[in-house]
């Protein structure tokens, strides 16, 4: 799969280093997972690559060992230079992606790698997992090679605000979120209602729990596509308020007064549910929508008896508008931590590229001026030849009018010698 992305990438253009990380020993596959239950870590080869702050992008790829494999997690433990960089997860399970992702261990595969990188402060853009064992999920199927484009066009997006970044993993986190809590609490309906109906205790019908395992498996299905196909993801809390609220009525409506006035209670719990996603719209329109179904449970007739709409709606509404407020408010906090947070990335990445062009500068000032000094050097040394020219010109001829000077004294005095004798 590493293998496949770096053809990819080199075929758009990037280039691309690879890194492989091996284990000092290798063992079976039941050897592998008996290591992975008991003692949880192994010892690798150290690393070409430990630090990876030089690539813009860096890509990390583990097998599902329904976590993260003990090769990778020790890597991770060590790798350094994360800080703010774009990271894409790529993985291999051995089930049908879609399913694995959703329902069985992948999400803790993303969870422990998404955990390790949140640490190391970097940024996990895009994620992508195929199967190593299944032909038609696998890396040369079509859906394989969709993925990967997709992988790939997500990877080379420009960065985008740190705000968009954070609300769109916390809206994909919920999602998932969502999903495993509607199919846990399927399956979990479905033992309780087979046991209880085991003891001839079941107060809902087969029928009755039919309609509310349609509802569990429609909403699954719904949040599953929304997820996805990855448009619009907050429709995805949305869906989830409304089969929450309809799940409840209708669990209401059928097991009838055998559990209370109490059940009024279930809406407040999904307010409260519903708070903890950071957003108070969806809290909202849990709210208006858990009023509808107290209207259906209000003309249910034998709920009549044992409503009483005037406390029920006031109290609804109280907690309804309480949780949305309190949510607004650490919504509006959370937004602004993150443009706290960008405003001091970006002034970070502002003085990192005056630095760096200020030393550019200064260093091609001292290399101008390497070059003056030697060309000054150069000037000097010309004139200083000039200069030893000339002085040994003039000094020559000075010498010369010496030696003339008495030479003439000497002729002089022979002359005046010669006239003596003469006379
Ligand atoms: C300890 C261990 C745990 C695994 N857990 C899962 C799992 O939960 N779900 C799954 O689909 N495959 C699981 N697998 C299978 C691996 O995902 C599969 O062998 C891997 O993707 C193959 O990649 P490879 O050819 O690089 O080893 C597990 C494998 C090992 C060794």
Redesign the pocket.
């Given at each position: 799969m590493a293998e496949v992305l770096k053809k990819e990438f080199e075929a758009r253009g990037h280039s691309v280093d690879v890194e492989k990380v091996k284990p000092v020993k290798e063992h079976s596959?039941f050897a592998?997972?008996h290591i992975?239950m008991v003692k949880g870590d192994c010892e690798i080869y150290p690393p070409k690559i430990w630090d990876v702050s030089k690539y813009d992008v860096i890509c990390i790829g583990s097998?599902?060992?329904?976590r993260l494999?003990l090769p990778m997690a020790r890597y991770l433990q060590k790798i350094e230079g994360l800080k703010y960089k774009k990271i894409g997860f790529f993985?291999?399970?051995?089930?049908p992606p879609a399913f694995?992702w959703y329902i069985?261990?992948?999400y803790l595969l993303d969870l422990t790698f998404t955990r390790i990188i949140e640490q190391k402060r970097g940024r996990i853009v895009e994620s992508i997992l195929l199967s190593?064992?299944l032909k038609n999920w696998g890396v040369d199927s079509k859906y394989g090679k969709r993925a990967i484009k997709n992988f790939c066009d997500k990877i080379e997006t420009p960065i985008f605000p740190l705000k968009d970044y954070f609300l769109n993993r916390r809206e994909i986190e919920s999602n998932r979120l969502l999903v495993i809590a509607f199919s846990t609490l399927l399956v979990l309906s479905l033992i309780l209602h087979i046991v209880l109906s085991v003891f001839n205790k079941g107060f809902l019908s087969w029928a009755q729990y039919f309609y509310l395992a349609a509802i569990f498996v429609f909403s699954i299905l719904l949040l599953t596509a929304v997820h996805q196909r990855k448009i619009g993801i907050l429709l995805g809390k949305y869906i989830g308020g409304f089969s929450a609220v309809l799940l409840w009525t209708l669990a209401m409506v059928f097991a009838q007064p055998s559990l209370g006035r109490v059940m009024i209670l279930g809406y407040i719990l999904i307010f409260i549910l519903f708070g903890f996603f950071h957003n108070p719209k969806v809290v909202i329109f849990s709210g208006l929508f858990s009023f509808l179904g107290y209207g259906i449970l209000f003309y249910t007739y034998s709920l009549k008896e044992i409503l009483n709409p005037g406390l029920d709606l006031v109290l609804i509404g109280i907690t309804c508008g309480a949780v949305a407020s309190i949510t607004g408010s650490l919504q509006k906090y959370h937004f602004s931590l993150l443009d706290s947070q960008e405003e001091i990335e970006t002034a970070k990445v502002v003085l990192e590229i005056k630095v760096e062009a200020r030393t550019k500068e200064l260093k091609e000032l001292a290399a101008s001026l390497d070059e003056q000094v030697k060309v000054r050097t150069k000037e000097l040394q010309e004139k200083i030849n000039e200069l030893e020219k000339f002085s040994k010109l003039a000094v020559g001829r000075e010498l010369k009018m010496i030696e003339l000077k008495e030479e003439i004294k000497r002729l002089e005095e022979e002359l005046e010698k010669l006239r003596k004798h003469e006379s």
């Open positions: 596959f592998w997972w992975r097998p599902n060992w329904t494999s993985a291999t399970t051995a089930a694995e069985l261990s992948a190593s064992i």
